[in-house]
């Protein structure tokens, strides 16, 4: 679906600066009839209406800046959210917002506090980022000041925060789905073991408790041998952890049918079952996509991972917090759910990777 245009886009093909656009369709100023017509004609072919958080930001007297922190931990994962802030920066600022972007390269709380130190010394409005402990909102709020509000991406913080809104999956029902997929690749009866990377992660634990909790109410024949956290906070570490437990659990366990990654390091669970030989016995599952995916699917090693968008998911958090920032938008609630989509064999080839749809 065509993205909304924006104002720049309406100056652009009016030959035209974008103050000029503003004065005519706010009817104020002066313009002459040609710049006019111009811009009444590029509104139209374009289609253009201009948004509440549009007309906000353009009348503020000084830029909004959002001060953007994530982790290039999960390379594959991490690699899609340059699409969403991109789209975002394009979307924004011509109305005057500016996007500062940072990163670390663990999942290191320490290391993030350190980036939100850095973002706050140049003078951001607001913050976004992903929360990488789940007891670690006390210890982050300290270093961001009252007056400015924060919101995070993926993992939530604490429930009792300063937060101003999360937007992610829903990990409990993601846990919950997980199961299901389980059950309808390797059957009603089979065993299982979780590796659990980011144990602490509270979306991780979410996730962990909706496998528990489907299958003690409906998937009775799963059995969970056992629920194995996984360690390291470097994309590298995180890596052979995953590949080293995967290969731990198929030798302790040699009736195992199916290994359950958490999040997004599935493919090195994967690469075990390949180098053991086990691949079209054990089957893989996990969450997002990886460049190894097709070829695991293709090999029968990956059953089918959950895929939550995540270039779409930050620049929706991005959109919201500049709204909340220009007083456009109020929050009633603090989390935002996304959709998450299936991918399998028969899926692969319909679900756009990486890419940005809106309404």
Not at 99 to 108: F, G, H, P
């Amino acid at each position: 679906m065509a993205l909304q245009s924006t104002i720049k886009d309406v100056a652009k093909e009016a030959g035209v600066s974008i103050g000029t656009v503003d004065r005519v369709l706010h009817n104020r100023g002066r313009v002459s009839d040609a710049n006019k017509k111009a811009v009444l004609a590029a509104v139209n072919k374009l289609q253009y209406s201009p948004s509440q958080i549009a007309r906000a930001l353009v009348n503020r007297k000084s830029n909004l800046r959002i001060g953007i922190t994530y982790p290039k931990v999960d390379s594959d994962f991490w690699s899609e959210i340059p699409a969403g802030i991109e789209l975002a920066r394009s979307k924004l600022l011509p109305f005057g917002v500016e996007l500062l972007i940072d990163y670390t390269e663990t999942y290191d709380v320490l290391d993030q506090i350190a980036s939100i130190d850095k973002l706050i010394a140049e003078g951001v409005n607001g913050l976004l980022f992903t929360s990488v402990d789940d007891s670690s909102a006390d210890q982050i709020e300290r270093h961001i000041p009252e007056n400015v509000p924060y919101a995070t991406v993926v993992n939530p913080t604490a429930s009792v925060s300063r937060c101003a809104f999360h937007l992610g999956p829903d990990d409990f029902l993601l846990g919950n789905l997980a199961a299901r997929l389980i059950s309808l690749f390797c059957g009603d009866k089979c065993n299982i073991v979780l590796l659990a990377p980011n144990y602490n992660f509270n979306g991780t634990q979410r996730r962990i408790a909706g496998v528990l909790s489907k299958i003690s109410q409906s998937l009775p024949g799963l059995n969970l041998l056992k629920v194995m956290p996984v360690s390291g906070v470097t994309d590298e570490d995180i890596r052979s952890h995953v590949y080293a437990s995967a290969k731990d659990a198929l030798q302790m366990f040699p009736t195992l049918d199916a290994i359950y990654v958490s999040n997004g390091f599935f493919d090195q669970a994967a690469l075990a079952v390949r180098d053991a030989n086990l691949g079209g016995r054990v089957k893989v599952f996990g969450h997002e996509h990886t460049s190894a995916l097709p070829e695991l699917i293709k090999q029968d090693i990956v059953g089918a991972t959950i895929y939550q968008k995540p270039a779409e998911e930050w620049y929706r958090a991005i959109v919201m917090l500049a709204e909340l920032l220009s007083g456009t938008r109020t929050i009633t609630a603090q989390d935002t759910r996304v959709e998450c989509s299936i991918i399998m064999k028969e899926t692969l080839a319909l679900i756009n990777i990486g890419s940005v749809h809106l309404p």
